[in-house]
């Protein structure tokens, strides 16, 4: 098949999930062509049966903001009948979904299918305000075939936009070659002679990801257990995280990474991934870090339950209770046996739930169904 993939660049879990599922579709043997404003972050490199197509937005005096939307769906237009896709996949409702509608309406190949996967903010927070409210509806039902990365995230939207028609869920994946826990001998983990215990949060740093809490709860297992808080990524709140640590005076153990391409030799030095969400549709890095053994305490929100079984693999806990979530990591950290039954428990779920050999299919075989 030829498939065009609308997705955003940069660093963030919709575009990860299109970056990968497009990478996926290319080794096996489909035509993937990336249609953005930027080369997806995860593919600086030269991969058979992949293009990437830029959209140059032209600005004039005229304009008070360059009209992106609007030379999305040209250039989407252009490749259906250049490079006669058969599907179009838009990752992410606003604007990717209408662009892709105007596309097909303007150029009308019979056959063209056209799928939108709604990632969660598209529809929690951006698709929800009153400015968009009317228009992200519109593409639901415009669309061909709709999906939604967990079941908590398409009840949502059902609720939300009052939608009739079907929504499937297919839920976000990880290659389980490619994350595993990789240990680097050249990593010293030993300080002052005790192995020092690493905490992991990986985020965009908004505040729908609870960064506040984030701190609260290493600030209190730090107390009980020997350990260093990992911070990886950036975004709008990482001063209000470092105006935090600086009052809590624990600057000596908390390590702001910056953004990384490549989190498995992160992942793979980490004991706790903490994820105290306001609201997480799926939570992709919840499975990127079970599937380099590493347990995971994260909110009770979202689709973060059918993600994390309590008690068996990770916990959850209310995005508030911060308390709740440091007890669990404390009690995970101080004993070694039941670390390690949650960690290979956690493997275990991702190569049987969240497989990509078994989640690549689930989207072909949609793809295949709208015929
Ligand atoms: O987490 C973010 O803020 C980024 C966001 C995005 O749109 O890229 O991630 C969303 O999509 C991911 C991939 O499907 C999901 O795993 C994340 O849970 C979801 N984020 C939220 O719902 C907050």
Do not use: W
């Amino acid at each position: 098949m030829n498939i065009g993939i609308v997705c955003y660049p940069s660093h963030g879990g919709s575009g990860v999930v299109a970056t990968e599922l497009g990478k996926q579709l290319a080794q096996r043997g489909h035509n993937v062509h990336f249609i953005s404003y930027g080369l997806p972050f995860r593919l600086h490199k030269f991969y058979e049966n992949i293009y990437y197509h830029e959209v140059d937005t032209p600005n004039y005096p005229l304009f008070k903001y360059p009209p992106y939307s609007l030379a999305l769906a040209n250039k989407i237009a252009e490749l259906i009948r250049y490079e006669d896709l058969d599907v179009i996949h838009a990752h992410y409702a606003i604007p990717h979904s209408i662009c892709a509608m105007i596309a097909r309406d303007i150029v009308k190949k019979p056959g063209l299918r056209l799928v939108t996967t709604l990632h969660g903010t598209d529809i929690t927070l951006v698709g929800n305000d009153p400015s968009f409210q009317e228009l992200t509806k519109y593409s639901i039902e415009g669309t061909d075939g709709v999906t939604a990365v967990s079941k908590a995230l398409r009840q949502e939207t059902i609720e939300t936009f009052d939608i009739q028609s079907n929504i499937e869920v297919v839920y976000n994946f990880v290659d389980v070659q490619e994350y595993s826990r990789q240990l680097n001998p050249e990593v010293n983990l030993d300080h002052g002679g005790e192995r020092v215990k690493n905490i992991i949060h990986i985020s965009n740093f908004r505040p729908v990801k609870n960064i506040s809490n984030v701190i609260k709860i290493f600030y209190l297992i730090s107390q009980e257990v020997n350990s260093r808080l990992l911070l990886v990524g950036g975004g709008p709140e990482e001063c209000l995280a470092k105006h935090m640590v600086q009052e809590l005076k624990i600057e000596d153990k908390v390590l702001f990474l910056g953004k990384h391409d490549n989190i498995v030799p992160l992942m793979s030095i980490s004991d706790l991934l903490l994820l105290p969400s306001v609201k997480e549709s799926f939570g992709l890095v919840c499975i990127e870090a079970m599937a380099c053994k590493v347990p995971t305490v994260v909110s009770n929100t979202g689709g973060l339950p059918e993600v994390v079984e309590d008690g068996v693999n990770g916990f959850l806990a209310e995005p508030d209770d911060y308390r709740t979530m440091a007890e669990k990591g404390i009690y995970l950290l101080q004993n070694p046996g039941i670390h390690q039954e949650f960690a290979e428990r956690g493997r275990q779920m991702v190569e049987d739930r969240f497989n990509a050999e078994a989640i690549v299919e689930q989207y072909l075989d949609y793809y295949r169904s709208l015929k």
